[in-house]
C-alpha cells in the first residue's frame, strides 16, 4: 500500500442514501460555450433557431476542445457573453422550452477501430466530469504505451455523492465503459479505486469483477486528498508522476468513473453529454438530494427543486467544500463539470491570526510542500524562493488551510504565489 | 435574494484554534503543577500565580502600547508564565518571579513582533536571565514539604521564606532513589521534579497531536545513548533535573524549534548533546535550559536543512 500525507475530513455523505431524482425540465436554459479544458466553441445556431435536446449547438475546429448540445428542445433565445467561474468569458446560448422534450434524431456511433472511437468521444461532447473538465478524446489518444487505467471513484470530498450514486444505481454503465477503453486503447488492466467509506460499492464491484482478472478493485483509506490524480496514481501503483508530468508519463491514465459510465451510455444510445447527476447539499438546502439535470439548469431551479428557501441562502459553492468555488448568483447554469452544489445557510469568515510554525500545513501537505514558507516567500515576493520551494505543484486541494489553527490561507496564496512564478 | 459571501477555498475549517493549542498545553502541564503544589507547598501555587498574572498582563500592556491586535486570548502568555514558573525554586521572591515574566513577554517575545515571531524561548530565556543574574536563588533547592520538618503548615512560607529547609538537587548529589525520582520527591525546580507528572503531560500532548514525537524521542534518546556510553546512570540522568521539563515542554515549543520532522530530530538531538556536555563538563549542574536555547538560535539553519523534498521535484539547475 502507497499511502502520501494526508488529512481526516468529516464524509458528511447524507445523500448516499437516496436515488437520484429526474429534474423537470426548465423553462429555460443558458449553455456555455466553454465547459471544458481547451478552445471554447462558436455558437453554430442562431437566435430563433428551433433546437432539439441532443443537437449540437456549439463546436470548435481546435483539437482541445469537445462540443457543446443543447440539452432541452425549444427555441434559441439569446446568444450573450457568459463570464465563466475562473473570470474569463465566452459565448453562451440561452434556449427556451417548448415544453415538447423532443430529442434529436440520435443513433449509436459506429464504432469499428481507434479512430472512429476517438471520433466518436468527441462527438459526445465528453470531458473529465470529475471537476477538471479535460477532453477525453484527447486523454484517451495515447501517445505512449500505457498500461493501467486508473477509474477515480475515490470521491474524497465531503457531502458530494454523484459518482457513488452513479455506481449504486449504474454499476454497469462504469463495467461497460471500462470495457471500451481497454478494447480501443489497448490498456491491458484496469484498477477501480474506491474508498472504504463505500463499502457496499466495493463489495458490488469486487462481485462484478470477481470474472474478469484485467479488471481490479482497490480499496483505498478515505483521506483526503485521495482522489487528486497525483496522490490517486502513487497510491494505486507506486508511480510517482513528478514536476510537469502527465500520469501518461508513467504509463496512466486516470478517468473519473462518471465519465466511463457516460462514455457507455453514449455508445448505447447516441445521446450526448446533455444532463448529468449532480449533488445539492448544504446548510440551507432542506433536503439534501441528487438531482440528474440538463446542463445549462440554473443552480436556483435545482435549490427549488429540493425545497429550499432562496433567501436562506448565504453561500452558494460550485463543487466540494474543499475546493469548490462560490458562485456569486444563483442564477449560474449548471455546466458539464457540476458535481454538486452546496448551499449554506450562514458563513462566518474565522479571524486570522499569525502563524505559530505549528507545522500542521506541513504534515498535512500531499505533495510534500512547505506551506509556510511558500507564505512567507510570496509575501517578500521573492520568486526564486517560490521557485525553490516548488509552490508550482500545488494542487489547491486546502489541505493546509484546514489544519490551520491560525486560519491563515495558505491555499489561496500558494494559488497566487503560482501565478507569480508562472 | 442575500447577496452571496464569495471567499477562496477551502470552505470548511478544522476545529483546532492556537487558543485551542495553548489550552491543551495548559491541561497538559496541570499534572506538573499540582505535583509542584504537593512538594512545594502553598508557595508553588502563589509562584504559579504570579508568573501566569504578570506574563498576562505584560503581553496586554504591550499590545496595547504597539497598538496591535490583543493575543492575550490566544492563551500563550498564560503558558509561557506557567512554564516560566514551574522552572523556579520555590524559594525566589515574588518580584523575581514578576521580573521573570517581564522578559518572557516582553524582551522575549513581543519585542520580537510577538507569538510566532520570536527566536528564542521567552521562558527558557527568562530562566537563563534569572540564573545569571541572581545564582544564589536560583539555585537554592528547597527539601520537598519542607513544612514537616518545621512542624508548620504548607502556608508557612507565603511571606518569608528564610526558613525553608534548602538541600542540593539530585543532580549535584547523585542520592535520590528512582522512586522520589520519578514521583518528584526530590529537590529542584517546583515544575522539574515529578518526572511521571510531566510524561503523563507529555504524553497527553502526543495523543491530542499537539506535538509530535520527535523532539521529545530524540532529546531523550540522545541523552540516555551519551549517559550510557559514558557509563552513567541512564534512569537517574533521564529523571534528575529539568529534562522532561525541557523535551516535553520547552523544546518542543513551536515558534523555536524546526517545522519538519526531519528537523525536530536534529533540534532534539542537539539539546541531548548540549545538555549531556553541560551536565558533565560545565560549571552549571544543569544544562537543559542552555541546550535549548542553543538550538533555537541554531533553528533557522536546521529549517533550511531540513526541508521537505517535495513530491516528483526534479533536481534544479543552480540559477545563476
Known sequence: MFRLKSIILDHLKHTAGTEARMLPDPDKVLIPMSMHIGTPCEPVVKKGDHVLAGQKIGDSEAKMSVPVHASISGTVTDIKDYRLLNGKTCKAVEISSDGKHKTADCSPPEITDKASFLKAVRESGACGLGGAGFPVHIKLDLKKETDTLIINAAECEPYITSDYRQMVEKPDEVLGGIRLVMKYTGIAGTVIAIETNKPDVIEDFEKLTADIPEINVLKLPSVYPQGAEKVLVYSCTGRIVGEGEIPADQKVIVMNVSTVAFLYRYCCTGIPLISRRITVEGTAVKNPLNIFAPVGTMVKELLEFTGTDINDVRKLVAGGPMMGSCLMTADTPVVKTSNSFIADREYTEPVTTSCIRCGRCVRACSMNLMPLMIEKAFINRNTSELKRLRAGLCMNCGACTYVCPANRRLAETNQLAKELIR | ?320
Not at chain 2, 24 to 42: E, I, N, Q, R, T
Not at chain 2, 108 to 125: C, D, E, M, S, Y
Not at chain 2, 155 to 164: R, V
Request: aromatic share 10%; hydrophobic share 50%; proline share 5%.
Open chain 2, 1 to 320: 435574494m442575500n447577496k452571496l459571501i464569495v471567499s477562496p477555498s477551502p470552505h470548511l475549517n478544522s476545529e483546532i484554534t492556537t487558543a485551542k493549542i495553548m489550552s491543551l498545553v495548559l491541561a497538559a502541564l496541570s499534572p506538573a503543577m499540582v505535583a509542584a503544589v504537593v512538594f512545594f507547598g502553598a508557595r508553588a501555587a502563589a509562584l504559579i500565580a504570579v508568573c501566569t498574572a504578570s506574563s498576562v498582563v505584560c503581553e496586554y500592556f504591550c499590545r496595547r502600547i504597539m497598538k496591535r491586535e490583543q493575543t492575550i486570548n490566544d492563551l500563550s502568555a498564560a503558558v509561557t508564565g506557567v512554564i516560566l514558573a514551574l522552572n523556579l525554586p520555590v524559594t525566589v521572591p515574588y518580584w523575581m518571579a514578576g521580573l521573570g515574566s517581564f522578559i518572557a513577554v516582553v524582551i522575549v517575545k513581543q519585542l520580537f513582533g510577538g507569538i510566532g515571531r520570536n527566536f528564542a524561548n521567552p521562558a527558557v530565556t527568562a530562566r537563563i536571565v534569572l540564573m545569571v543574574s541572581f545564582t544564589g536563588y536560583m539555585t537554592d533547592w528547597a527539601v520537598p514539604q519542607y513544612w514537616q520538618a518545621e512542624g508548620t503548615s504548607c502556608f508557612g512560607a507565603l511571606y518569608h521564606t528564610a526558613d525553608i529547609i534548602t538541600g542540593p538537587t539530585p543532580l549535584v548529589s547523585g542520592n535520590a532513589s528512582l522512586t522520589s525520582l520519578f514521583l518528584g520527591n526530590t529537590g529542584g525546580c517546583i515544575g522539574e521534579t515529578s518526572a511521571a507528572a510531566l510524561l503523563a503531560g507529555g504524553i497527553y500532548l502526543m495523543v491530542k497531536k499537539v506535538i509530535t514525537p520527535a523532539v521529545p524521542a530524540a532529546y531523550l534518546g540522545t541523552v540516555a545513548l551519551l549517559t550510557l556510553i559514558s557509563g552513567g546512570n541512564v534512569p537517574h540522568s533521564l529523571m534528575s533535573g529539568g529534562l522532561f521539563l525541557g523535551a516535553f515542554f520547552m523544546a518542543t515549543d513551536y515558534t523555536t524549534s524546526p517545522v519538519t520532522e526531519k528537523g525536530k530530530i536534529i533540534f532534539g538531538a542537539g539539546c541531548g548533546i548540549i545538555t549531556f556536555v553541560i551536565r558533565k563538563y560545565g560549571s552549571y549542574p544543569e544544562g537543559v535550559s542552555f541546550s535549548i536555547l542553543l538550538m533555537n538560535i541554531l533553528t533557522p539553519y536546521i529549517d533550511r536543512i531540513s526541508e521537505n523534498i517535495p513530491f516528483g521535484s526534479r533536481s534544479e539547475k543552480k540559477e545563476v
